[in-house]
DNA sequence: CGGACCGAAATTGTATACAGGCATATAATA
DNA sequence: TATTATATGCCTGTATACAATTTCGGTCCG
């Protein structure tokens, strides 16, 4: 009876859910370039599945924001903006304002111990400079810490924003002075954390997200990350 | 070549689109309780239409959050807790404040006459006392002050967590008391706009959902609104 | 009497078929 | 040449058919 799940869990996971990460990933990281049309009898090939499961992981596409739909056209990759970015972190910010508290209040020694692991796997990842185990394990500290808050409607919308948020996470992560100031304010966040000071977690975290923006927008205007086919 | 899109606009709406609605409303309403499951066939069935656009349709009640999928079991009706309720007020305070600034910034006289106007047909309402009527119009209101903000990233956030409050919409509203002091701070909303007061706005809205959310709340305790079928 | 195993029914997952709309190219006309 | 009519093809919208999996009832055996 209860193994059975472990069996789900591996080999009959529905291929919408798959199509929907392959696309969501070549999404993010600009294989699908913004402004691209989706066409599903293509990517359903090029997917070697049906149109079926292709079209409803395009729905959840759509509701994550990550296309749009246009009626008897199909789906299009959504194009970024400045302001985009800007409210993205607007809202990574207030969410985490709203969730400090209860953070600080659920938290444990066993928790903090968790944390601190995650820091130590990345002190490793940053002294050979892996950017993109770097990424990964970013997601996993603040994923670790936010979850410890079980606000799990809060939970959703942070979760909702990163999606946009990895598109351009490459960038923050790829400027070194910014990764080296990061890195130190993890470390910080933990340190604040174990003396429940919410007042300093909340400056920290508030300088840290200014600052991953402001990297973002620099990354975007100088490299033009951000561009519309029109096609 | 112009006018085809005027019969697109009411006739070729995707199937898709009209299911979601109808089962939105169902389930905001409480006509499909919470623990319920949706079994394809039979509500494919009783819309008369096909499996297809009704799985894309509850792919999207899925992202909203209003069904939960488990796998080769279907969608299942989610149930909602008091914490549900408190943590969808916090967001929405949340983000009410973060698009006040430019709610202020961007108004314009065209668009205070057009809140006034809405308030006027919520003056007749409220005398009525026509609680269906207020409810929608209540939404109008605060969906167009909301729009003014420009904020699209935000407003998505807000549209997200609306779908939750509405279930409990009727019971707020039918309060008497609350209504008539929601009715009141709609008044003072417009006027505080019209003065540019963002301090004012801010603690008047702040008062504004804390007071739906203990109607809200009151409501849900005494008549145990929220039920978990177990079928 | 209870539990385990087997099979049928129910239901989801996926593929395919078909109908219809939209766009583009081509032809026709002024 | 410009502009409109028309036809064709691509692609989406929807329905249906088929496959896979789960659930549940029943029967058999301990």
Redesign the pocket.
Same mark, same amino acid.
């Given at each position: 009876m209860s193994f059975?799940s472990f069996?789900?869990s591996l %080999?009959? $996971? *529905? =291929? +919408?859910? =798959?199509a929907y990460e392959q696309l969501k990933h070549a999404i993010i990281t600009g294989q699908i370039p913004a402004g691209s $049309? /989706?066409? %599903? @009898? =293509?990517y359903?090939d090029q997917l070697? /599945?049906? $149109? @079926? *499961? #292709? $079209? %409803?992981a395009l729905r959840r596409l759509e509701r994550d924001g990550l296309v749009e739909?246009? #009626?008897? +056209?199909?789906?299009v990759v959504r194009a970024f903006t400045i302001e985009d970015i800007d409210e993205i972190f607007t809202i990574r910010n207030a969410m985490m304002m709203l969730i400090l508290p209860s953070i600080i209040a659920n938290v444990t020694d066993e928790k903090i111990k968790e944390l601190r692991d995650i820091l130590k796997q990345m002190d490793t990842e940053y002294e050979r400079a892996d950017a993109d185990a770097l990424a990964i394990s970013n997601r996993l500290f603040h994923g670790t810490m936010e979850h410890i808050s079980d606000k799990i409607r809060i939970l959703r919308v942070i979760d909702s924003q990163e999606e946009y948020i990895k598109r351009f996470q490459a960038t923050t992560i790829a400027s070194v002075v910014r990764r080296s100031n990061a890195h130190q304010e993890h470390h910080e966040m933990v340190d604040l954390l174990e003396k429940r000071d919410l007042e300093g977690l909340k400056t920290l975290f508030h300088h840290h997200f200014e600052e991953s923006k402001e990297t973002c927008l620099n990354a975007v205007r100088t490299k033009k990350l951000i561009e519309i086919h029109d096609n």
């Open positions: 059975q069996d789900n %080999e009959s $996971r *529905p =291929i +919408r859910d =798959i $049309r /989706i066409v %599903e @009898t =293509i359903a070697h /599945i049906s $149109r @079926t *499961p #292709l $079209r %409803e739909y246009v #009626l008897h +056209r199909g789906v």
